[in-house]
Nanobody, 123 residues
Framework: QVQLVESGGGLVQTGGSLRLSCVAS????????MGWFRQAPGKEREVVSV????????FHRDSVKGRFTISRDNAKNTVDLQMNSLKPEDTGVYYC????????????????WGQGTQVTVSS
């Protein structure tokens, strides 16, 4: 079992930055691939960024490449998402998720989810 708690969301203007953090419980955090997902109102949940268990491999969806960076600290059981140059289309609830599969962009690979944190980017 893995429990996840996100923090760091908020309201920011276009072009601003936010850093999301996710703290995981459990002693086997380093065995899990981690991902950040988001869901905008009226839309399906989508993958944003993924990082492998070791942190060597990362994925960012095309629309956030060059603006978002995912990182993890296995000693602290944390995974962060640094978001720069934010746009109104980045608005949504952001979820941290854990997968026993080391590296996956598929939602169905993630059985453990946090409660989500709201990110709102004003134009």
């Amino acid at each position: 079992q893995v429990q996840l708690v996100e923090s760091g969301g908020g309201l920011v203007q276009t072009g601003g930055s936010l850093r999301l953090s996710c703290v995981a419980s459990g002693r086997t955090f380093s065995a899990y691939g981690m991902g950040w997902f988001r869901q905008a109102p009226g839309k399906e949940r989508e993958v944003v960024s993924v990082i492998s268990a070791t942190g060597r491999n990362t994925f960012h969806r095309d629309s956030v490449k060059g603006r978002f960076t995912i990182s993890r600290d296995n000693a602290k059981n944390t995974v962060d998402l640094q978001m720069n140059s934010l746009k109104p289309e980045d608005t949504g609830v952001y979820y941290c998720a854990a997968s026993p599969t080391s590296f996956s962009t598929l939602l169905r690979s993630y059985p453990y989810w946090g409660q989500g944190t709201q990110v709102t980017v004003s134009s």
